[in-house]
């Protein structure tokens, strides 16, 4: 059932590439993926894989990825993707030796890859058990660790129905989880060899708040806002979230807004500029000069949010309302309060940051506005939240280091 499964998605992939750029942008790059490898992993060098399926992934497992280059130079580094939003951006990371998609995962494309590849051994990010690769790789003795992974009771794995495919855990030499739920529940389904090391994520965003560039565009906006003012850095946003944040602002002049949509498209810039009622701007034409006169900047690139958050008072990260939130830590770590929608049951570092203080859920435009008021007008309790955010991230950062300590190198 499983390799049917494979083999009908890589069906469905390549019809909805007739008409879909990012399937286009997969399939074009499924063609590369031997070529690479054929061409720039050497007989004579020693590799580690690893294997994200998307950005966020990335993002997790670099830090780990960065030490071990560090500490272990003799190795390369063979990262691989699923999602073209994964690839396309990272694709040139100068951290990876080799990087390229990962094949389907139908049982000859495991073999052919594992063989070409060579690695010895292979790190999966979070929510990659991929069966064929993860049995080719237990039989050839590779070890596999499942890094900074998350278990529920209703995932298939634990499941009556899903027992053969199971099979698969058995695969890995090592899960490291991100908390004690994960780790129970391996446990009672005869799983030994877990250990509970935190989120990696955490050591990533440290590492992106200590490196951050210096943006001076957005801080002479930040130091536009007048005494008594209030900046929102607004990032990952969709129209749902969008529709809130904008209406509050045009209501309330003592609000300055940052807002980093997470689909940047003309269309969906316009839309957004036709909702403001405030003077704005977008990020591309805004100068140091300039963007003093706007009261909305609109962030229209990629790859800026992270360093946004720090000129901000509070942050709101969206997704709340659809798809589930985007990246908490990552305004988190700025000491900044962070207001989420109420689709964020399944993310572990929201919940524990409302259970602190430092993270507020809201439910609709009514709660957004008495929250927005109640920090605006209590600065105690905004620097309260604030720091509780930021004292949240720092106490569990470290995760990084403990895999690599555990893992034999």
Not at 4 to 16: D, E, G, H, K, S
Not at 116 to 126: D, H, S, T, W
Request: hydrophobic share 45%.
């Amino acid at each position: 059932m499983y390799s049917l499964a494979i083999y009908l998605y890589m069906f469905c992939v390549n019809v909805v590439a007739l008409f879909n750029k990012k399937a286009r942008l997969l399939m074009r790059g499924h063609r590369n993926i031997y070529p690479i490898l054929r061409a720039n992993i050497r007989p004579d060098e020693r590799y580690i894989w690893f294997h994200a399926a998307s950005l966020g992934e990335f993002e997790q497992g670099r830090p780990l990825m960065e030490m071990i280059r560090k500490e272990h130079p003799e190795y390369k580094i063979l990262l691989t993707f699923f999602s073209p939003s994964g690839y396309e951006v990272r694709k040139n990371y100068e951290g990876a030796d080799v990087i390229c998609y990962l094949p389907f995962d139908t049982a000859l494309n495991a073999r052919k890859f594992v063989r070409l590849a060579r690695p010895e051994m292979a790190f999966f990010i979070k929510y990659e058990f991929w069966q064929n690769y993860l049995t080719v790789l237990y039989k050839k003795n590779i070890p596999a660790y499942s890094v900074s992974s998350i278990f529920r009771p209703n995932q298939i794995f634990f499941r009556k129905y899903a027992r053969p495919y199971a099979h698969v855990l058995k695969c890995f030499a090592h899960f490291f989880v991100q908390n004690q739920q994960s780790y129970d529940l391996l446990t009672r389904h005869g799983i030994k060899n877990v250990t509970v090391v935190g989120d990696t994520r955490f050591d990533r965003v440290i590492q992106i708040r200590e490196n951050a560039h210096p943006l001076p565009v957005v801080e002479a906006f930040a130091q536009s806002v007048p005494d008594g003012g209030q900046m929102v850095v607004a990032g990952s946003s969709w129209p749902a979230d969008e529709d809130i944040l904008i209406d509050y602002f045009n209501q309330h002049s003592n609000q300055w807004l940052v807002l980093a949509p997470h689909v940047v498209s003309e269309d969906h810039l316009q839309d957004i500029e036709r909702k403001l009622k405030r003077p704005c701007i977008r990020y591309s034409q805004a100068t140091t000069m300039n963007v003093a006169a706007a009261e909305c900047l609109i962030i229209d690139g990629y790859g800026l949010l992270s360093s946004i958050y720090r000129y901000g008072q509070v942050a709101y990260v969206g997704g709340g309302f659809g798809v589930g939130i985007h990246n908490v830590p990552e305004a988190a770590v700025y000491g900044l309060p962070v207001v989420i929608g109420p689709n964020n049951k399944h993310f572990l570092e929201a919940q524990a940051l409302l259970k602190l203080g430092g993270c507020f859920e809201i439910q609709d435009e009514a709660s957004y506005a008495l929250l927005m008021e109640h920090l605006a007008s209590d600065r105690a309790f905004l620097q309260e939240a604030g720091q509780k955010a930021g004292a949240y991230i720092n106490e569990n950062a470290g995760a990084a280091e403990k895999v690599f300590k555990a893992v034999a190198l």
